[in-house]
T-cell receptor, first 114, second 114 residues
């Protein structure tokens, strides 16, 4: 069965410092993985996606993630945090190619301090 | 890119009344739409999968008579919360399926039942 685990419920960084949001997945076959960002009372915006192409995926707003099959990880990083990056981040895996259902991680709240 | 328009963004209703939430795919045909519910500071919970021209598929534990889903066209899916009660207060989000290319989410509806 497919699942996704976000290891940190909260991450706090100072503006200008690197961001690391961790995600591990479990899948019986090659998964499709996504990172979404949600600002308060807003819908979700796609940051980036991995669909069995390049393992290092670049997304919007300077974010990137690396798919590591040996570690079953898909961690999200950004070299330098900005105040506007403060939001909730979700790691997501597609549950099945037949149904296209998504499984969401529990989310990581990123705080950015000036 | 693909856009899903969700309305209303906020609604307050009296207990016992019904509320309809609409999601429209603006520049693509959504044969499948997903409806999620999100409790405060929690992840998204899939409620049901809406398929154009057929009955929705509900997740275990979701009352299909309370949460009526209609997907009458390729661009419109609606969720009606019938006989709403305070415990139905939540943030509801729809998404249009684009499979492995990533899903587009509506901006969400904050429902408050008083």
């Amino acid at each position: 069965a497919q699942s996704v685990t976000q290891l940190d419920s909260h991450v706090s960084v100072s503006e200008g410092t690197p961001v690391l949001l961790r995600c591990n997945y479990s899948s019986s076959y090659s998964p499709s993985l996504f990172w979404y960002v949600q600002h308060p009372n807003k819908g979700l915006q796609l940051l980036l996606k991995y669909t069995s192409a390049a393992t290092l995926v670049k997304g919007i707003n300077g974010f990137e993630a690396e798919f590591k099959k040996s570690e079953t990880s898909f961690h999200l990083t950004k070299p330098s945090a900005h105040m506007s990056d403060a939001a909730e981040y979700f790691c997501v895996v597609i549950i099945s190619y037949n149904t296209d259902k998504l499984i969401f991680g529990t989310g990581t709240r990123l705080q950015v301090f000036p | 890119g693909a856009v899903v328009s969700q309305h209303p963004s906020r609604v307050i209703c009296k207990s016992g009344t019904s509320v309809k939430i609409e999601c429209r795919s603006l520049d693509f045909q959504a044969t499948t739409m997903f409806w999620y519910r999100q409790f405060p500071k929690q992840s998204l919970m899939l409620m049901a999968t809406s398929n154009e021209g057929s009955k929705a598929t509900y997740e275990q534990g979701v009352e299909k008579d309370k949460f009526l889903i209609n997907h009458a066209s390729l661009t419109l899916s609606t969720l009606t919360v019938t006989s709403a009660h305070p415990e139905d207060s939540s943030f509801y989000i729809c998404s249009g399926g684009l499979g492995n290319y990533g899903y587009t989410f509506g901006s969400g509806t904050r429902l408050t039942v008083v």
